[in-house]
């Protein structure tokens, strides 16, 4: 069972900043490739939009286009972390980011498909307005 706890979201005008972290509560956090998706306001509760992943060891990465120089997913298998650093935020990227933790024998990033991840946090979120 691995319990995931997001943090760092907020209120930021356009062109600003936000770090978001996620905290896991396991043993086994080098086994599991992370990845954070986000569900914007109205969308079907059923859809999470792919955001970033990083594999096991954080030596792979893999975005979605539009975040694709903007967006940084990182992790800290010491700390039990993974971070997303968010930059030149835009008002569409307002959402709930929700971690996600998918088991792996691969070192590949993970899954870009949410129903691949057995194990969510509860969101936090991002609001980017003037």
């Known amino acids: 069972q691995v319990q995931l706890v997001e943090s760092g979201g907020g209120l930021v005008r356009p062109g600003g900043s936000l770090r978001l972290s996620c905290a896991a509560s396991t043993n086994s956090f080098g086994i599991y490739a992370m990845a954070w998706f986000r569900q914007a306001p109205g969308a079907d509760h059923e859809e999470h939009e792919f955001?970033?992943?990083?594999?096991?060891?954080?030596?792979?990465?893999k975005y979605a286009d539009s975040m694709k120089g903007r967006f940084t997913i990182s992790r800290d298998n010491a700390e039990n972390t993974v971070a997303l650093q968010m930059n030149n935020l835009k008002p569409e990227d307002s959402a709930i980011y929700y971690c996600?933790?998918?088991?792996?024998?691969?070192?590949?990033?993970?899954?870009?498909?949410?129903?691949?991840?057995?194990?969510w946090g509860q969101g936090t979120q991002v609001t980017v307005s003037s």
């Open positions: 955001v970033a992943a990083i594999s096991k060891s954080g030596s792979n990465t």
């Open positions: 996600a933790a998918q088991r792996r024998e691969d070192d590949n990033s993970g899954s870009a498909f949410s129903r691949f991840y057995r194990y």
